[in-house]
C-alpha cells in the first residue's frame, strides 16, 4: 500500500507499506518498505504492534491508538492505509463468506 502525504510546504512524499493480514482479516505485521521523511518521523514497529488483532473500529487515535509526538502526518497515514486494507478485506472477503 502507498500513501501520500502532503504538508502546505513540500509535495506529497510516498511511504510504502506492507500491511499483512491472517486468515481471520486480523492485522498481524506493518512494515515500512519505503519512508521517505526525516527518520524520527517513521513508525516504530512497537507502534505499529498497537494495533495489531484491534477490530477496524479501534483502529484510530480516538479509539485505542497513541500518536507519535512531532509524526502527526505520519502515524495519521499509516493508521488510513491499514483501516484500508482492514475495510477492503472486510468487504471483499468476509461479508462474501
Known amino acids: ?4 502525504r502532503k504538508n502546505s510546504d513540500s509535495p ?6 506492507l500491511i499483512v493480514l491472517n486468515a481471520q482479516g486480523q492485522l498481524t505485521q506493518v512494515q515500512t ?3 521517505h521523511e526525516p527518520p524520527e518521523y517513521q513508525p516504530s514497529q512497537r507502534w505499529y504492534a498497537q494495533m495489531f488483532n484491534l477490530p477496524l473500529e479501534d483502529i ?7 500518536g507519535i509526538s512531532g509524526a502527526t502526518l505520519s502515524s495519521r497515514s499509516a493508521i488510513d492505509s491499514v483501516r484500508k486494507v482492514l475495510a477492503v478485506y472486510q468487504i471483499n472477503v468476509l461479508e462474501k463468506q
Do not use: D, H
Not at 1 to 4: A, G, L, P, R, V
Open 1 to 4: 500500500k502507498t500513501s501520500f
Open 12 to 17: 506529497p512524499k510516498p511511504e510504502t507499506l
Open 60 to 66: 484510530s487515535f480516538r479509539a485505542k491508538i497513541q
Open 33 to 35: 518498505l519505503a519512508f
